[in-house]
């Protein structure tokens, strides 16, 4: 299986700003769709947006235009960069293939958004 390792959180006052990176093992990374989840204390994993192997992005309505992910198949990477954040956006952030289950989750990136 694919292993993955997110990198780049951390604490911010509301309105800042993160980004973060997710490593991918193995060569099929670029085959596969990628998205990113969160799971807030308390609440089930959701996926916040998702990269198609073609570049197409989704993202969900609680991100949109805030975030933005994109992916880079010769580092097997992607990325997502958070603008204007949010205490609701305080999670632990997973990166993931999507529509297979090739990959395993990693140990996520903590997200804090607080004053």
């Known amino acids: 299986q694919v292993q993955f390792v997110e990198s780049g959180g951390g604490l911010v006052q509301p309105g800042g700003s993160l980004g973060l990176s997710c490593a991918a093992s193995?060569?099929?990374?670029?085959?596969?769709?990628i998205g990113w989840y969160r799971q807030a204390p308390g609440k089930e994993r959701e996926r916040v947006a998702v990269i198609t192997n073609g570049g197409l992005k989704a993202y969900a309505a609680s991100v949109k235009g805030r975030f933005t992910i994109s992916r880079d198949n010769a580092k097997r990477t992607v990325y997502l960069q958070m603008n204007s954040l949010k205490p609701e956006d305080t999670a632990v952030y997973y990166c993931n293939f999507v529509g297979t289950e090739l990959g395993s989750w990693g140990q996520g990136a903590q997200v804090a958004v607080s004053s």
């Open positions: 193995g060569t099929i990374f670029s085959t596969y769709d």
